[in-house]
């Protein structure tokens, strides 16, 4: 359901067809987010509606899908309701009706005729506990920075992570550029000299960006070194840290309150570089796939895609799966490309391989590429005016809207080996709906994540090789690097945490950033 146009559709993904899409289901209703729709097959009808305006507002209305596809108007809802509107609501198998659960209280729907909410008592009343935030409602209360949050969750034994991570993290070359003429212009000459630049973080190296070689660096050559490193993964450039993806992970992951960071869904470069730096720090974090269809993708449903490794199992346990998701047995994939198969000697992704000094190792998968994939930006077939920064962006709509509007038919794909975030060993594989199998043998010179990738449409998460027992140290830069994303996030965002947050948030960003500073003293440049 479409609650910014009140538009009714079905995807079938057997099919990868739409067979319905129709307006004129939300009447009266206009610019709804946030909306929700539960199937109940013991009533064969689904119940709908819900979520917030632009304006805030939250919309309590309720509609009843009947097996027509016409629809008839249900009784407000009690309490606001919808995706993180407080309110969860699922269908009863035994009854057919629906239960919508929040704010300390349960209520059920039943959906006959016109529709009557009952508030249920005794026994059916939730344990007190059973709220999202303490003392919190779904708009009021909550913590104005997600360390707090992401505690809570861990408390209870969730598994966490980032959604729409790369929004924030794309690179403004001009506002970079000012940061570094602000923080490293000591003289005041609208230039950085190499004396000057010394102990600051560049985007790239001086003798990169000083394309004059006249020994400084002016503002156009700093700004073009910014907006080229912001098309190469890895990169060095700060990001803006403004937005509402993966803004914090630095800390929380550094606190061991992170799990996962999300990708497929934003633009490919900013969501691994970022993924890439952290765990070159040697902290465990994984990917995860992620469509938010139709809020950041508006494509299609399954856009960005997890796969969890299970082994042979009779029926998926959702719980083994998230295991498995925290654990990085898996790769992300767009559905059109796949690594079957993954092994370094022997271990599976999500596996540590434990080597008693450097040596090499051999490296197996088995990868999959479909004949036919949607020729656009979020599958790389295209790249976007914007060039390579934007690849595998599902949120604007650089190319046709349909994805069905052009295929890109066969051809190779090219399948990427990386070791700390670098290509170390490459093979092109034919796309052609057939499994291959490919091999390396790489040396590994002191304790590394290897992983495997198709840009912008593969990755799986890594084994981890640790060597002689050390920990991944892997780049010192790559620890400068995310010292200094919490410190953009302080200036970005520091003054927006509530007041009476502000002293324990800034506190706790102070000793993240003195743990990658220690980290980067202990790595190798």
Request: hydrophobic share 40%; proline share 6%.
């Amino acid at each position: 359901m479409n609650g910014a146009f009140g538009t009714l559709v079905a995807y079938d993904p057997l099919a990868d067809k739409w067979p319905i899409v129709k307006g004129g289901y939300m009447p009266g209703v206009t610019g709804v987010y946030d909306n929700l729709m539960e199937y109940s097959a013991g009533k064969n009808c689904a119940v709908y509606g819900g979520g917030n305006n632009f304006k805030g507002v939250d919309n309590l209305k309720m509609w009843r899908l009947n097996a027509d596809h016409s629809f008839t108007a249900m009784p407000d809802s009690p309490r606001p309701i919808g995706v993180s509107r407080g309110f969860q609501f699922s269908d009863e198998p035994v009854t057919g009706n629906f239960l919508a659960c929040g704010f300390g209280e349960l209520w059920e729907l039943n959906p006959d005729d016109k529709g009557a909410w009952t508030k249920q008592t005794g026994a059916r009343v939730p344990p007190a506990d059973l709220v999202i935030i303490p003392n919190s409602t779904s708009t009021k209360g909550w913590p104005t920075w997600t360390t707090p949050v992401l505690r809570w969750a861990k408390s209870q034994g969730a598994i966490t992570g980032y959604a729409h991570s790369a929004s924030g993290l794309q690179i403004d070359p001009a506002a970079a550029t000012k940061r570094l003429l602000v923080d490293f212009d000591k003289d005041g000459d609208g230039k950085l000299s190499r004396a000057e630049v010394k102990n600051a973080l560049l985007p790239e190296a001086f003798e990169q960006s000083d394309t004059d070689k006249d020994g400084f660096l002016t503002l156009a050559e700093l700004e073009a070194a910014h907006q080229r490193a912001a098309g190469r993964l890895p990169n060095l450039a700060i990001p803006e840290l403004n937005s509402v993806g993966a803004q914090e992970i630095f800390v929380t992951t550094a606190q061991g309150l992170c799990d996962f960071i999300s990708a497929m869904d934003t633009a490919r470069i900013p969501e691994w570089n970022c993924w890439y730096h952290i765990m070159n720090c040697g902290f465990p974090l994984k990917v995860s796939g992620e469509t938010d269809f139709p809020c950041m993708s508006g494509s299609r449903v399954g856009q960005g895609r997890v796969y969890v490794q299970l082994g042979k199992v009779e029926r998926v346990d959702f719980t083994e799966w998230c295991t498995g998701l925290a654990k990085g047995r898996s790769y992300d994939s767009d559905g059109y490309a796949h690594a079957l198969a993954f092994t370094v000697d022997g271990k599976s992704a999500g596996h540590t391989l434990e080597l008693a000094k450097p040596g090499k190792v051999t490296v197996k998968a088995k990868v999959a590429f479909a004949a036919e994939t949607p020729l656009g930006i979020a599958h790389g077939g295209d790249l976007p005016r914007e060039a390579a920064a934007w690849s595998g962006d599902t949120v604007t709509l650089h190319g046709p809207k349909n994805p069905d509007e052009a295929r890109r038919k066969g051809g190779t794909r090219r399948v990427e080996l990386i070791v700390n975030g670098n290509v170390v060993a490459g093979e092109d594989v034919p796309a052609d709906d057939k499994i291959h199998d490919i091999n390396f043998n790489v040396p590994i010179e002191r304790s590394s994540w290897v992983a495997l990738r198709h840009f912008p449409q593969m990755h799986t998460n890594p084994v981890t090789v640790r060597v002689a027992g050390q920990p991944i140290r892997a780049s010192k830069e790559s620890a400068l690097w995310c010292a200094a994303c919490i410190e953009q996030l302080w200036r970005a965002r520091g003054k927006a945490i509530r007041a009476d947050e502000r002293e324990t948030a800034h506190a706790t960003f102070r000793k993240a950033i003195e743990g990658y500073r220690k980290i980067a003293a202990e790595a190798p440049k």
